[in-house]
């Protein structure tokens, strides 16, 4: 529908790999043959679901896909170009540093080729503001968790505002959050804003009890959080009270089978108490969406408005870890655009 791609848009949670399109996934399965590799290991089409475990095993298969600072640069130039003719104004990537010996790839090397590719985009004046979360995956432990927030704190300082923050992801049945705690608290000290993700699963009550006290600046998923559905009344009065904004990802959640159908979505709960709320694609890759698909399935699941829609999207401004001027320039094209749009 043009609405929801005229539709200008924020998107706050896109794991790079995961976000890999069907034909940049096409050019990297010819680069290496040898792998065979084939489109249905690395994408989860439409009508399909799988648990969330075989989501990450889709991500195994990608990284061997995504290996080198060449395939680094050419999926994150996609992925941003992508965002961009999907009508995203502000985009906020997130990725988990790795090295690879095999191509010599190092940790700061793969920071620096993403901002190289955000860097390339500028200068193609693609017509999007692109942001970095530096990601820490929590099955990799507390080491590794805190050598990846100081390189993020390197990148904070010297990235001219490119890097912003840090994502906390990755199998939310592997590891505790205390153990990762200090990590975060560092991180967040240097200036680094948070973003992580919480209570995707039941049976992290009290992971995300311990760790709605740093606070964070955002909150990805959090699925499990309120009383309906196993998470407590404590937890949503943090979150209330901290007034702390909640990226929501329909189609990632349905397919990942977190969430039994849309209808379900607890978008819904926190949308009616006024929570701020942002709609993302998480990877729009893996689940084959993307941002104007996922306006568009919350405005017809949930009967909003067009006026209704337009808020959602406008308010997300406010939810971005932007400097304030990248705030403001963003809140001057919503309301020049909304004239010709809504
Ligand atoms: P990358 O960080 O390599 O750019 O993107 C893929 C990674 O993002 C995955 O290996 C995983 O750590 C993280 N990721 C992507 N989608 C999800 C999700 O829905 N939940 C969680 N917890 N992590 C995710």
């Not at 942001?131 to 968790?145: I, N, Q, T």
């Not at 390189?151 to 001219?160: I, Q, T, V």
């Amino acid at each position: 529908d043009l609405f929801y791609r005229q539709l200008p848009k924020v998107e706050l949670h896109a794991h790079l790999n995961g976000s890999v399109s069907f034909e940049t996934m096409e050019t990297l399965i010819k680069r290496k043959p040898h792998l065979n590799i084939e489109h249905s290991m690395t994408a989860i089409r439409h009508g399909q679901r799988r648990t969330l475990d075989e989501c990450f095993e889709v991500f195994k298969v990608i990284h061997q896909l995504v290996n080198s600072e060449e395939d680094i640069l050419m999926v994150a130039k996609a992925v941003i170009r992508e965002f961009a003719a999907d009508g995203v104004k502000y985009l906020e990537l997130r990725s988990t540093l790795r090295e690879v010996a095999e191509t010599g790839l190092t940790k700061q090397r793969y920071i620096e080729t993403v901002l190289e590719a955000i860097r390339q985009c500028k200068q193609e004046e693609v017509d999007i503001d692109v942001r970095f979360l530096v990601a820490v995956d929590r099955r990799h432990g507390p080491e590794v968790a805190m050598e990846t927030v100081k390189l993020a704190e390197d990148f904070l300082l010297s990235s001219n505002e490119v890097v912003v923050g840090l994502d906390l992801s990755g199998d939310p049945n592997v590891g505790h959050g205390k153990d990762l705690l200090s990590a975060l608290e560092k991180a967040k000290n240097c200036g680094l804003k948070l973003a992580l993700h919480l209570s995707e699963v039941p049976s992290q009550r009290d992971e995300t009890e311990l760790l709605l006290n740093l606070p964070p600046d955002r909150i990805g998923h959090g699925t499990f959080l309120h009383p309906e559905v196993g998470g407590s009344d404590s937890l949503v009065e943090k979150v209330c009270k901290q007034n702390i904004p909640i990226e929501m990802c329909l189609t990632s959640n349905v397919k990942g089978q977190t969430v039994p159908s849309y209808d379900k979505h607890h978008f819904q709960y926190w949308y009616k108490r006024g929570h701020p709320c942002v709609l993302c694609t998480d990877d729009k890759g893996v689940f084959c969406t993307d941002l104007s698909q996922e306006y568009q399935l919350a405005a017809s699941t949930f009967g909003l408005t067009q006026e209704a829609v337009w808020m959602l999207s406008q308010q997300a401004i406010g939810y971005t870890f932007a400097p304030e001027p990248i705030k403001q320039r963003l809140e001057k094209k919503w309301a020049e655009l909304k004239k010709e749009i809504l």
